[in-house]
């Protein structure tokens, strides 16, 4: 989080930080990323850039503590119920041993 907050500082016209890392870890982040670099170092884009900030010009801020907190336990719920089908399934039969093909 905080060399996002440096890139405008750091980044140049002839180096430039790129990846999904620069904002909120999507690809379309790190595409945009690096179609702004590109566009430092001379490239004409032939489309318009969209920055992934703004949706209906609305500026969307960073994720509060409450919110990020959520989220991990949304995750971690998630997780222990793909656990408990993959167990109930069998798919996580540790001492099954591979089938041999004659």
Known sequence: MAAQKRLPEINTDKV???GAWTLYGFHEDGFTSGIRAAERLGAKV???IVDARYIRDK???GMDSRTNTREQLGRMI????QWVILALT????RGEKKKKII
């Open 16 to 18: 430039s930080f790129v």
């Open 46 to 48: 032939p489309f318009e």
């Open 59 to 61: 500026q969307i801020r």
């Open 78 to 81: 998630l997780m222990i119920i």
């Open 90 to 93: 069998g798919s996580m039969n």
